[in-house]
C-alpha cells in the first residue's frame, strides 16, 4: 500500500492515499477554523418599564421617530425604497458613534409581528468597511410590567484585526434606554388627556 508523510512543526505523520484528499481536507479545516474567528454575535438584554408592542412599533412603522428621541445618537432615518416594516424595504440611518457620523444602509431581513421581532440587514455604509456581514435583529419579549428587548447583533469580520463590535452594543442599549422615557411620556400624556 502506497505511503506518504505529512511533515509539521518537526512531527511526521504517515498516512495512506486512501485518505489522498487528506492535505486538501486539513486546508479546508484551517480555513474554515479561520473563518469562524472572523464571524461572531453579540446579544444584550435591555429591561423598560414600555410595552413590547410599543417599542416593536417603532422600530417597524416608525424608525424615523427616532431621531427625535434620540438626537444625540441617531440625526436620521429615511424610508429609501419600499414601506415601513415591510420585508425588503431599504432604510438609511444616518447615527453618531465612536466619536464620527455614521450611515447605514439597511434592508428589512424578516418582521415576526406576532413576537415583536425585527431583523435588519446592513447592506451598504460605514460597517462594510469592517464587516463582511452584519445584522441586528430587535425582539421585544413581554414581562408582567415593561418588557425586555432583546438585542443581537450578528457579524463577520473583513479580517482578523477587526474588534468586535461591543461598542455598538452600548449604542443600541442607550437608544433603547431613550425610546423607553419616550414612549412611558406618550403614554402619561395619553392618560392625562
Same mark, same amino acid.
Given at each position: 500500500?502506497?505511503?506518504?508523510?505529512?511533515?509539521?512543526?518537526?512531527?511526521?505523520?504517515?498516512?495512506?492515499?486512501?485518505?489522498?484528499?487528506?492535505?486538501?481536507?486539513?486546508?479546508?479545516?484551517?480555513?474554515?477554523?479561520?473563518?469562524?474567528? &472572523?464571524?461572531?454575535?453579540?446579544?444584550?438584554?435591555?429591561?423598560?418599564?414600555?410595552?413590547?408592542?410599543?417599542? $416593536?412599533?417603532?422600530?417597524?412603522?416608525?424608525?424615523?421617530?427616532?431621531?427625535?428621541?434620540?438626537?444625540?445618537?441617531?440625526?436620521?432615518?429615511?424610508? $429609501?425604497e419600499g414601506e415601513w416594516g415591510k420585508v425588503g424595504s431599504v432604510i438609511i440611518w444616518k447615527y453618531f458613534h465612536d466619536g464620527k457620523d455614521r450611515i447605514a444602509k439597511e434592508v428589512v431581513e424578516?418582521?415576526?409581528?406576532?413576537?415583536?421581532?425585527?431583523?435588519?440587514?446592513?447592506?451598504?455604509?460605514?460597517?462594510?468597511?469592517?464587516?463582511?456581514?452584519?445584522?441586528?435583529?430587535? $425582539?421585544?419579549?413581554?414581562?408582567?410590567?415593561?418588557?425586555?428587548?432583546?438585542?443581537?447583533?450578528?457579524?463577520?469580520?473583513?479580517?482578523?484585526?477587526?474588534?468586535?463590535?461591543?461598542?455598538?452594543?452600548?449604542?443600541?442599549?442607550?437608544?433603547?434606554?431613550?425610546?423607553?422615557?419616550?414612549? &412611558?411620556?406618550?403614554?402619561?400624556?395619553?392618560?392625562?388627556?
Amino acid at each position: 500500500m502506497d505511503k506518504a508523510i505529512l511533515c509539521k512543526q518537526n512531527t511526521c505523520f504517515f498516512f495512506d492515499f486512501l485518505g489522498k484528499d487528506f492535505l486538501q481536507r486539513e486546508k479546508k479545516r484551517k480555513k474554515e477554523k479561520m473563518a469562524s474567528a &472572523l464571524v461572531g454575535k453579540l446579544e444584550t438584554d435591555v429591561e423598560i418599564k414600555a410595552s413590547a408592542q410599543k417599542f $416593536h412599533t417603532i422600530f417597524k412603522h416608525r424608525p424615523h421617530h427616532i431621531s427625535n428621541v434620540s438626537a444625540d445618537k441617531i440625526q436620521g432615518c429615511d424610508l $429609501h425604497e419600499g414601506e415601513w416594516g415591510k420585508v425588503g424595504s431599504v432604510i438609511i440611518w444616518k447615527y453618531f458613534h465612536d466619536g464620527k457620523d455614521r450611515i447605514a444602509k439597511e434592508v428589512v431581513e424578516a418582521v415576526d409581528e406576532e413576537n415583536n421581532l425585527i431583523t435588519f440587514r446592513v447592506i451598504e455604509g460605514d460597517l462594510m468597511e469592517h464587516y463582511k456581514t452584519f445584522k441586528l435583529t430587535v $425582539h421585544c419579549l413581554p414581562k408582567e410590567k415593561g418588557s425586555v428587548v432583546h438585542w443581537t447583533i450578528e457579524y463577520e469580520k473583513l479580517h482578523n484585526e477587526i474588534i468586535d463590535p461591543h461598542t455598538l452594543v452600548e449604542f443600541v442599549v442607550a437608544v433603547s434606554k431613550d425610546l423607553e422615557t419616550h414612549l &412611558l411620556e406618550e403614554d402619561e400624556t395619553t392618560q392625562a388627556n
